[in-house]
């Protein structure tokens, strides 16, 4: 069988599917330097700049992208309405969005797996319970609850991470749990068990590794989501303090000079969308690597 | 069916008292006395004191928490500390608006996702499907709050086509429900493709294509038929998301729906109002998901008529 | 390059008596892992009135050659890149497949191995099986269901007035056949193609499934392919068979003649690896070895590396179907030592 054959239908399939799975790395590995194009963005531009929130400079006000200012140096994305250069402020929101973006994401991962692996190990009423939890936090639409808590708790960053954990822990929780549902009752699971193996060495020894694709997955979606709700509340003034430039609170501000000075609400937009979009783009594509079976929405 | 029906509903109730509840205490746990708010700054212990007596907060918890329970559900919020009307009537004024708003949103998102969604399966990782897949995620990333200014922008300010704030006129409704609708047309849309290719591996629509019947028959009759039933359902948990959604784009266009009316009332701290709204929204969100779940019951034959 | 097809001897072949006439098919699947040769050159005919029962394992090519001629391969991963389907003179391979898709239901049939994932569980019975009358005859909504309650007495399913409008998860899987069976012979085909029907079946349903079928045979003279990996499942019913194996045919004959004196090693390995009630408590035979990667076939003939007989010709030169010298006519096996296997029966 080694004379060549003809281009059929079937090689031609077999040479997309090999162009596909050469996409497949050009998806993850795009995503992992715009990421990382914003957080050395985000550390280093700010200081570069000499950023101060709350430095005014009166006679550089509202200047369009690509201006002049008095140093010599050139705005790349323009000034705000207080004369501040608006690329080093977005990249302080960017700041913002990062630190509330993996605080959150860590404090809701770690309480959502440990939740999610007790119930699904344990089973029985405490499964029951947090399982009603879950249901009656879903009924609040997730800005909604977030909005209700930080009106109640006030405005601080960490008021913002917290908040946002607890919107966000579901998700874990429950995908931590069919995990572990599902391989409960695989082999070496049993023969764990068998050896005397503690209940505690099982849930974090034995299952969780098993857990961690699913979590990723779920990790890398959830980053956009909760990039977006800091964002959304900051935006409505509900999220940090008036001090802390967050891209939501740039926006915001921006809509009082819509048409004179659109670049303030229009630009720090594109910049979450493409964070957005690139943990976006990544979670598809670990998702498509490591399992298929999670596809969804 | 009856069996199913009965449990969905029991879970709706059990799931509203929760919703009711937790708003209970969450506004409780304010670090501040919402007496000395609205006295305000100036008022005398006495004063304070007066207010929190006509407020009810010298109560022990337990009495408020079923004065509020019953009150709840009899749909008296108490009165609106900085409008001094009963919370409940401005509520109601604003909620035909925003279920408007709802309404439209996702009938446009429906519309327009299920063509998407159907011709990104039916063309599963060519060139069309990886536009509809692309845009989609596009999409879904784009701040909510951010695309309703950018489209105020575009066509209310520059191009003065569509008002930007209020509703005064039918036309006011355009920007904010596109606003609205854009992300759950996103979501739908992947969630139909998915859907539809997930059935189009199943044995029965082979069985289709050997009964010789045509390609459009075996798409729209056999496979989305099938493919429905967990979309339904998945529109009804992501109905949150057009909610929360709405919640900021009223804010943004100013339109006079429940969802501003909640997030002026946080930033004034009308407890009564914020409590109002929040329990409204929710069980607006809790009656949707009621309603799909039944219709699910009712499309699916195995399990409308489990034995 | 391929096995060249052992025509009948008799000169009948060309008559109007064979519905199908199957030449030479070769079958490719692109697969993450390479091109999969499914069907190597697979030949066979089918009469009018005649039972083909087409035996292997999995991965043998028998489900794939049903999909093949009916236009049914996955695509796009599957596709046919050589030989003919001539049914009835026609060949179905040159055809686009909107016009073979015409010839499925109301001349060739099939039914599936499943058949609780092969009816469409949102749909009543007897919509499904009206379905080929209302859409393909335009007959009218009425007419349409009393054929179908018609067609579902027919293959016995109890109560059909009032089980017709219920839906395919309230049958027991027997039923649930019989109700595919139905929708296949609605618009009286002449040719039912039935992919491993029984396989999901308790023993004793398929007997009777397997004798529905007989009688409807019987009843309207059609041809029938069935797809097994039993052998003693068609053995009743069917009059002919072919042996698959690593998308070939290695052997083909009639019923009685392969299974009292298989021709090939392989037929012969399936065939003495079957429990035998005359011999219990004696050790059982399996063939050796494995099934084929079809990624990396054998050289030569793809049995060698598990055949007792195999010889050093049969490792560099792929064996044609030939009728062992002296043996009867139409028993064909495509092997080069077809002579020792028969003496060592």
Redesign the interface.
Known sequence: ?T?A?PP???????QR?KRA?RAVTVRIVTPIIVIALFVVGAIFVPLLYGFDPLHTEVLQRLLPPGSELQDGSTAIFGTDQVGQDLFAQMMMGARVSLTVGISSLLVAGALGVILGLFAGYFGGWLDNTLMRIADVQLAFPGILLAILLSAVLGSSLWNVIVVISITNWVVFARVTRSQVLALRNREYVESARTLGASSWHIIFRTLFPGCLAPILVVATVEFGHVVLLEAALSFLGVGVPLGIPSLGTTIHNGTAYLVSAWWISVLPGIALAALVLATGVLGDALRDRFDPTLRSA | MLGYTVRRLLLAVFVLWGVVTVVFLIVRLIPADPAVLVGGMDATPEQVEAIRHQMGLDKPLIVQYFGYLVGAFAGDFGTSYTQGVPAMSLVARALPNTAILAVLACSLALIVSFPLGLLAALKVNRPADRAVTTMSLLTQSLPGFWVGVVLMLIFSRLLQWLPSAGLDTPDALVLPVITVALPFIAILTRMTRSGLLEVVG???I?????????ER?VIFV?AT??AM?PVITLVGLEFGTLLGGAVITETVFSFPGVGRLLVDSILVRDYNLVQACVVIIAAGFVLVNLIVDLLYGY????VR?AK | ?MSTPHRRNDAAAETDDVLLSVQDLQV?????A??V?ALDGVSFDVRAGETLAILGESGSGKSVTAQAI?A?LPK????I?GGQVRYRGTDLVAEPVSRV??????EI??I?Q?PL???????RIGYQVA??FR??LGMGKREAWARALELLKRVGIPDAETRIRD?P??FSGGQRQRI?IA??IALEPRLLIGDEPTTALDVTVQKQVMDLLADLQAETGMGMILISHDLGVVADVAQRAAIMYAGRIVETGSIRGIYDTPAHPYSQGLLSSIPSNTAIGERLTPIVGSPPNLLA?P?GCSFHPRCPFATEVCRTTVPVLRQPDGWEPGHVAACHRSEEVLTHA
Request: proline fraction near 5%; glycine fraction near 6%.
């Open positions: 069988m004379a054959l059929t239908i079937a090689i031609q399939t077999m599917a799975r | 199943e044995g029965y082979a069985t289709a294509r050997a009964k010789g019947l045509s028959i056999h038929r099938n039933i499309l699916d034959p195995r008529l | 390059m490719e699947f692109a697969t993450s390479g091109v040769r009916m049914l796009p991963a599957g596709s890149v898709r015409e010839l499925c239901a109301t049939a099939m599936f499943d994932s092969s009816l469409n569980p949102v749909f379905e080929p859409r393909r839906y998860h309230q595919m929708m296949a076939l050289t």
